[in-house]
């Protein structure tokens, strides 16, 4: 069975603080990454992609590691309005069709 | 604006019933899905579509049925032998299947009582 495995939290942090959230995935034949963002009740959003030489957009930067199988996404000057559920999201290769997403770790940024 | 659209945002109905969802997007996108997500759950598959007048099941079809016969349209129909239907449904678009992003409506909260 093809698994993507976070933690679910949730992660509390101060504002300003910097948090980093790990996913590990099950299939070396993986093809593309993704973290999502999800707000309470509402659908997931594309927060970015993650590509092998990593990538950063502003305050978040996502790692690539398909030696070890895992996906990591680092947050920096934590905002309050970054709180939510952040989701892995791994399409592997041998069934090419599908997003496969992991349940989700929350995070809770507080004053 | 761009964008996929969902409707009803809340649904009710009562056991036995088959209701229909609708999903429609304007992004020119080839590929549909449509999930499901449980509380404390990931997201999972329910039926996808590479094009028109095709539809491929997921991984938890049983239940469910679809039609795509328009580019913009992928109706889901959640039939009565749907064993728990009560749940939140997310429809999603990519411009093709393989590991493309997709790209999500606002989702349709079904109660079935």
């Known amino acids: 069975r093809k698994e993507v495995e976070q933690d679910p939290g949730p992660f509390n942090v101060p504002e300003g603080a910097t948090v980093a959230f790990n996913c590990t995935y099950s299939?070396?034949?993986?093809?593309?990454f993704f973290w999502y963002r999800q707000d309470c009740r509402k659908e997931p959003k594309l927060l970015m992609s993650?590509?092998?030489s990593g990538n950063e957009d502003g305050r978040f930067t996502a790692q690539l590691n398909r030696a070890s199988q895992y996906i990591s996404l680092l947050i920096r000057d934590s905002k309050l309005s970054d709180s939510a559920t952040y989701l892995c999201?791994?399409?592997?290769?041998?069934?090419?069709?599908?997003?496969?997403f992991g349940k989700g770790t929350s995070l809770l940024v507080t004053p | 604006d761009g964008g996929i659209t969902q409707s009803p945002k809340y649904l009710f109905r009562k056991e036995g019933q088959n209701v229909t969802l609708s999903c429609e997007q304007n992004?020119?996108?080839?590929?549909m899905y449509w999930y499901r997500q449980d509380p404390g759950q990931g997201l999972r598959l329910i039926y996808y579509?590479?094009?028109?007048?095709?539809?491929q099941k997921g991984d938890i079809a049983e239940g469910y049925s679809v039609s795509r016969e328009k580019k913009e349209s992928f109706p889901l129909t959640v039939t009565s032998a749907q064993k728990n239907p009560t749940a939140f449904y997310l429809c999603?678009?990519?411009?093709?299947?393989?590991?493309?992003?997709?790209?999500f409506g606002p989702g349709t909260r079904l109660t079935v009582t």
């Open positions: 999201v791994v399409n592997f290769w041998d069934s090419g069709y599908a997003l496969n």
């Open positions: 999603a678009s990519s411009s093709s299947t393989g590991g493309y992003e997709q790209y």
């Open positions: 993650v590509y092998s």
């Open positions: 579509s590479q094009i028109v007048n095709d539809f």
């Open positions: 992004l020119n996108h080839d590929a």
């Open positions: 299939n070396s034949a993986s093809q593309s």
